[in-house]
C-alpha cells in the first residue's frame, strides 16, 4: 500500500482490510461523530482509543467506496472490540493514523 497517498492493510481477526486516509474518510468520520474537521484533534487527544479505531475504520470505508467495493467491515463496536483486543494491530492503528495526520517534522504533535 500507499503511506504517502493514506492507504495502508491491516489485519483484524485474521482478515486483511485496505483503507484510505483522505478528506472523504475524515469527513465521514466528523459527520458520524457529530465533531467540527477543526476540533478533531482535541476529539483524538481526548478519546485515542475511539479516535484511532474510527479513523482506521472510516479509512476502510472509504477505500471501498473509492474501489466500488463492499467493505465487509463488523459493526463499529465490534471493530473495536478487535483492534484493541489485539494490542500489536492497534498499535500498528496508531502508527498509521499519527502519520497521516501529523507533520514528520512535528514529534511533539504525534504524542496522543
Known sequence: MNNFRGEFEI???GKKFK???????????????NIELDKLHDWMNKDPMTGVCAMTYHAIKNKS???GKKSELPLF??????ALD?????EE???LVLEQLMPEDDEDSKKV
Do not use: I, P, Y
Open 11 to 13: 489485519k483484524l481477526n
Open 86 to 90: 489485539d494490542v500489536e494491530q492497534f
Open 93 to 95: 492503528m496508531s502508527k
Open 65 to 67: 467506496l473509492v474501489d
Open 77 to 82: 463496536e465490534r471493530f473495536c472490540a478487535l
Open 19 to 33: 483503507g484510505k486516509l483522505s478528506m472523504n474518510a475524515l469527513r465521514m468520520l466528523c459527520k458520524q461523530e
